[in-house]
């Protein structure tokens, strides 16, 4: 009681959370011109639309403008030069009711964001606010909870610096000798530390709760299927239709899905498999905010294989794919998991007589059911060689206990009996600790291999 009174304190009312009431928000691109900072994959009309998508996500909150603005360099003080910034600062103050700009940054320092609010006189938001907002929205478990909590810590830091600068300005005290700040710095710095180690405790203990359940699904060796891809690629509507399962209710929106979930299918050979569902990429998805969801990323490093889902129709598709590639590598995975990984290029429905330029991958349309039983097969083949598991035949006699424990211990595939001796022929599909302990227990069974 104790430990969830402690959990119901740390998952209280966030307070960065922006007010329950609508904003009207406009869109500022700083478009980089030339330079190491430009990105060759996209442009600035394909970035801006992303950011609208992102403002769509949030209930309540509307788009009253889109401002693409160049800039040489995002990274000063104001973002842009002093004409382009004069400019949009009369933009902005023309807008009827504007409630706050989201600037489609990654970071804004905390002296940048003051800056900012001061000349434009409404809130400042950058990607790392707005999608850790999203998540905040979409977090339904604990754990999804407890990580959006984390991913807080870093600008509740950043917003105490710049709380105690504006301290020192009014009263002329020093952030380093005896003055007006230190105090409260210090303070406030130790209650910071104090929550981030509560919430490190916290994750480490549902962590813990997680690997138990991963041992017991090893125990019944159900092969694992981690499904991943940017967001909104249609993963979730993937699994749907590769598993059936009716109560999945798929979403058009950015970070439907925040919390790993687990659905189980069947393979062509009737092969049970786990299907798992994970948080989707997005670019410029701040370091801190994938360092806080690393607890719900681990789970696929325990899996057997990997389905890179990509829509395929996203002006931005190759994009996309690089920023899964990059996150992916990023979380040091074992280097078989990459190299086995099935790309699966979603939504080819939408384009005419689609055929994949990549060799290896698979087109699909999860909402039409086209090339499920193509991608099964070839999950099949993939999960038979990651997991060792063998696909034979046995002659057994049918008065014995071997039919029911083949049935219970593998994947009985076919039973072709033949009635005149009292035996028949098993097709199964068993794991290699499963096959050796039939070998024990039944030394005289016949085994063919195909």
Known sequence: EEDEAALEELLGQ???????????????????KWGPQKSPLTTAELQIAEAVALVDTLQNWTVLDK??????NPNKKFVFGKGNFQVLTEKIKKLPHVTAVFLNVERISSLTKKELEGAWGVPVFDRYTVVLHIFRCNARTKEAKLQVALAEIPLLRSN??????????????????????????????????????KIRNALEKLRRKRALLRVQRRKCEFPMVSVMGYTNCGKTTLIKALTGEAGLQPRDQLFATLDITAHAGFLPSHMAVIYVDTIGFLTDLPHNLVESFSATLEEVAYSDLIVHVRDITHPETILQKATVLSVL?????????????????????????????????????????????????EIEKKILTATGKKILTVNINLEG??????????TVQEVEVMPEDGRARVKVIIGSSAFGRYKNLFPNSKIFMP
Not at 14 to 32: D, N, T
Not at 401 to 410: D, F, I, R
């Open 14 to 32: 966030s307070p960065l959370a922006p007010g329950p009431g609508a904003q009207r928000v406009a869109i500022v691109h700083p478009a980089v």
């Open 67 to 72: 401002i693409i603005i160049p800039t040489k």
């Open 160 to 197: 105490l610096k710049n709380e105690l600068s504006q301290r020192d300005q009014q009263r002329g005290g020093s952030r380093y000798i005896m003055g007006s700040g230190e105090t409260f710095l210090e303070t406030q710095n130790r209650v910071l530390k104090e929550r981030e180690l």
């Open 329 to 377: 590598r990023n979380l040091n995975l074992p280097s078989h998991l990459l190299d086995s990984m099935v790309e699966v290029h979603n939504k080819v429905d939408l384009i005419e007589r689609y055929k994949p330029a990549e060799e290896n991958a698979l087109a699909v349309s999860a909402l039409h059911g086209h090339g499920l039983e193509e991608l099964k097969q």
């Open 401 to 410: 206990p071997q039919l029911s424990w083949l049935y219970k211990e593998a």
